[in-house]
Each structure stands twice: as C-alpha cells, then as structure tokens.
C-alpha cells in the first residue's frame, strides 16, 4: 500500500496557463459526480446523501449523511458492493475538503479536464493495484504509456485506458487546499481491470504553483 500522502513532483504543465485579472477564483463542487449527493450543505456536516447498499446479512444500509457513511464498517457490506461503498468514502473525503479549501488568487489549470492535462501527469497518477510495481514516477502518463487512450467525455470526465487498465478521472472539486492562493483539483479515479476482474475508486489532489506541478495521492483507507 502507498503511504497515505505521496508526493511527486514534475515540471510545470505547459498545456495550464494562469488566469489573469481575476484575483479571486471561487472554489466548485461538480456535484453531478457525486453519487447519492442530493444537498450540498452549508457544511460537510449538513450535506445530504440518498444512497442504499446491501449488507452481509441480507438488510440495507441507508446512508442519509458523510457520518453515516464513516461509521459504517466496511466488513458489514455485501463483497459485490464494496466497490460502492468506497466510492461513497471518497466522495466524502472530496466534499470534507472542498468544504476545507478556500477560494484561490490565480490558476495554472485549464477550465475544464483535459485529456492533455491527464497525459502531462506522472505515471503514478494511477490506481494502487497492491503488488504491482509502480510506475516511473518522473515520467509522464503520455511517456510511460505510449499506446494509451485518453479521451475527454465530459468538462469533468477524461476515460483512459492505460495498458488495459481502464480509468476515469472524475473532476470532484477545485479550490485552494493548502492556503498557498493557488488552485488545486480534487479528482476521482474510477478504475476498472477487466482481465483481474476489479474495479475500485481512489482519490488525487493535483496542486499547481509557479516553479512544478505536485501530485498528492491518497488511497480511500
């Protein structure tokens, strides 16, 4: 398993160029990429979800809040839906830090998710699949994977596939995540093997400043 914070750095990403004449960049929240996310609160605390999974047992589990979703043990659910509930973790990790992040001063960040953006990350921008080898970390996804597909599906989705790994890197959020008055991203990778048969969800806080671009990693547990 990857430590909780990885960080990686690479050259500045010639395709983002700053936004000027706007000092104050509000954050956002693309709640359409939210699963279950019916209300985004005035707080992580009074957001409101309407998500069901099944549990070992044969019950449902109704998740109405983040808190629901935390105090529930992963163990209670059904194996098939676990997946699911990881989603749900990840999604709460991205609203508590939209919710902690503060409008930025400038960006180095196209206005929407590019495929150029996702190809100019480090190769380990990908899902920790455990046991596998990682990686170069200082090449780019475009250098590590030659033969890879990137499309952008959506201003917030670009599906990739990398060396029969399928991922899509879901835009959550962007705002100022670490007080420095510049803009980070919060992104989702939805990631899918289908010759191992596995799919998962896992988070990237993509962060840009003048002098490199930082790439922090953070798995769901």
Known sequence: MRSLLTLFSVMIISACTEKSGNPHIEKAIYSDNF???????????????????????????????????????????????????????????????????????????????????????????TPDLGGDPSPVSNQEIAQAFPNSEIVEISPTVVQSNLAGLDIDYTLLARGDLDGDGTEDLIVRMDWNNPNAFGNGYEMLLIGANELRTRLLKSPTH
């Open 35 to 125: 699963a279950g996310l019916v209300e985004v609160g005035k707080n992580y605390n009074e957001s409101k979800f309407d998500y069901e999974l099944d549990t070992k047992n044969g019950s449902t589990i109704q998740f109405q809040t983040c808190g629901d979703i935390k105090q529930t043990k992963a163990s209670e659910i059904r194996e098939d839906q676990f997946s699911l509930f990881t989603m749900l973790n990840v999604n709460c990790e991205a609203l508590k830090l939209y919710f902690s992040a503060g409008n930025s001063r400038k960006s180095f960040f196209p206005p929407v998710l590019t495929s150029e953006l996702i190809q100019q990350l480090p190769a380990n921008a």
